[in-house]
Nanobody, 123 residues
Framework: QVQLVESGGGLVQAGDSLTLSCAAS????????MGWFRQAPAREREFVAA????????IYADSVKDRFTISRDNNKNTLYLQMNSLKFEDSAVYYC????????????????WGPGTQVTVSL
């Protein structure tokens, strides 16, 4: 099992870009599918994006498609989320998570979660 810690959140203006990172420690990062989720106040956690174990396959929520890019560097045990053209409604705590499924999606089971990083987009 891997331990995950997100970083890179902050306060930005609408239209800006931000890149989140998720550092993994422990064994076997490259054998896990990975995902990003987010949760805004008073809302349920929602799926953002997922990537397969070697990074060849990605899937996105419709709300972020063509604006966000998920990627991973298995040599650095790190997952990324590049967020462009940020909108006010993207404001949330963002979480990374690992899945034993090699190519997970939003309905997959995720085993380990990071503590989250706050992204706030001002108008």
């Amino acid at each position: 099992q891997v331990q995950l810690v997100e970083s890179g959140g902050g306060l930005v203006q609408a239209g800006d870009s931000l890149t989140l990172s998720c550092a993994a420690s422990g064994r076997g990062f490259s054998t896990y599918g990975m995902g990003w989720f987010r949760q805004a106040p008073a809302r349920e956690r929602e799926f953002v994006a997922a990537i397969s174990w070697v990074g060849f396959s990605t899937i996105y929520a419709d709300s972020v498609k063509d604006r966000f890019t998920i990627s991973r560097d298995n040599n650095k045990n790190t997952l990324y989320l590049q967020m462009n053209s940020l909108k006010f409604e993207d404001s949330a705590v963002y979480y990374c998570a690992s899945s034993r499924e090699l190519a997970p999606d939003g309905r997959s089971s995720y085993d380990s979660w990071g503590p989250g990083t706050q992204v706030t987009v001002s108008l």
